[in-house]
């Protein structure tokens, strides 16, 4: 059977009409670039949702940690306020907060070990504190020049408010 057209039919049809099969080429094409516009939206969302992390990731664990919290909780909660506090944490340098620390934690147990158990300096700790105290005697003398007359440590010297002061006592 031959499929003959009507006389008033126009001769040529657009491909957004469907056949007489049933087949629709405009509803496939939709449904195709739906489809393709659907993954690439998502796929930009969530390039754009980790950029916080990825400029994170420069700067010290802890910070990149944080923003990488912040990121997740703004995905899954969609607060996006979350997102903005994650960006803004990401451009910030935070201070090293933790080399300050681990040198006073290695000073005390420096200082914990140089202690024997009951409370008492040790005697090596005691000799190395004394080598120590007079190198830096020495090195106080050797830059604050030669000794003064007569032996004596300091002269009176006077204050802002006319007192004279010799030694430890101070005289009006």
């Known amino acids: 059977m031959t499929?003959?057209?009507?006389?008033l039919a126009p001769h040529h049809l657009p491909f957004f009409i469907p056949k007489a099969d049933g087949s629709d080429q405009m509803m496939l094409t939709v449904l195709i670039a739906l489809i393709v516009i659907i993954l690439l939206l998502g796929t930009f969302y969530l390039y754009l949702h980790s950029l916080p992390e990825r400029l994170?990731?420069?700067?010290?664990?802890i910070q990149f940690e944080l923003v990488a919290v912040l990121g997740l909780l703004a995905?899954?909660?969609h607060n996006q306020i979350f997102w903005v506090a994650a960006l803004v944490l990401a451009f910030i340098q935070l201070?090293?907060?933790m080399s300050?620390?681990?040198?006073?934690?290695?000073s005390a147990n420096r200082i914990a070990k140089k202690f024997d158990g009951k409370g008492e300096v040790s005697a090596d700790a005691y000799l190395e504190a004394q080598e120590t105290l007079s190198a830096d005697a020495g090195e106080e003398q050797a830059t604050a020049g030669p000794p003064q007359e007569g032996g004596a440590e300091s002269p009176a010297s006077e204050?802002?408010?006319g007192?004279?002061?010799?030694?430890?006592?101070?005289?009006?």
């Open 163 to 172: 007192e004279k002061v010799e030694g430890d006592r101070t005289h009006v």
């Open 100 to 106: 300050p620390l681990d040198t006073i934690a290695n």
């Open 159 to 161: 204050t802002r408010t």
């Open 56 to 61: 994170a990731h420069k700067h010290g664990r």
């Open 95 to 97: 201070p090293d907060f």
């Open 3 to 7: 499929e003959k057209m009507h006389e």
């Open 75 to 77: 995905l899954f909660t």
